[in-house]
């Protein structure tokens, strides 16, 4: 679901995901560059209007799926956030992606992820947050680290990339509640 609460991050705000982002979501699911680092299902690019508007129903009903837009103060789109919950009530995945290319290494990205955790951590409750990175992606990697996430594992050949024939392994990172430091998100 498309949680009401918007959350305000130093950086960003974190609305919920509204039918109008689904064309920009569309182009930067078909952009290679982007595209390559989501653990998305291989069927791979191209991705479709029709399909970005059943995923959008298929989230907006389903209450284990937290997903916010990402954008600036100025209101310029920058990606979005997520969490999903597993079978335990008290931890959820992280998945995040910023798809405007030349907002990336501004950290948008860790903002989000520390507004996303202060959120989750108080208001929701969660206990564990945790998220599986390529191992290849440096960025992401800096990003999480920079926010209270610790490598707890690799995942051998967790995923292939659309249009590759070769796995790559993956990171298991997590934070628990007492180890974020970060100011919480109301």
Not at 8 to 22: A, I, S, Y
Not at 50 to 67: G, I
Not at 131 to 148: I, Y
Not at 152 to 165: A, C, D, I, Q, S
Request: with cysteine; glycine share 10%; hydrophobic share 40%.
């Amino acid at each position: 679901m498309f949680p009401a609460v918007v959350l305000q991050g130093r950086l960003v705000r974190l609305r919920p995901v509204t039918e109008t982002d689904l064309p920009c979501f569309l182009r930067w699911l078909n952009d290679p560059d982007i595209n390559r680092w989501l653990a998305m299902p291989e069927s791979g690019p191209p991705a479709t209007l029709e399909a970005e508007h059943a995923w959008y129903e298929r989230t907006k009903q389903d209450p284990n799926q937290l997903v916010w837009s990402i954008e600036t103060h100025g209101g310029h789109l920058l990606g979005n956030v997520a969490l999903h919950r597993g079978f335990r009530a008290d931890a959820a995945e992280l998945g995040l992606f910023i798809g405007e290319k030349g907002e990336w290494s501004k950290g948008y990205g860790t903002d989000a992820v520390r507004t996303t955790l202060g959120h989750a951590f108080g208001q929701m409750g969660f206990r564990r947050i945790y998220l599986h990175t390529d191992v290849e992606n440096q960025r992401a990697h800096r990003c999480f680290v920079q926010c209270g996430l610790r490598q707890e594992g690799l995942v051998k050949e967790y995923r292939r990339r659309w249009g590759e024939t070769r796995f790559i392994d993956g990171l298991l990172m997590a934070i628990l509640t007492r180890e974020f430091t970060g100011e919480l998100a109301v």
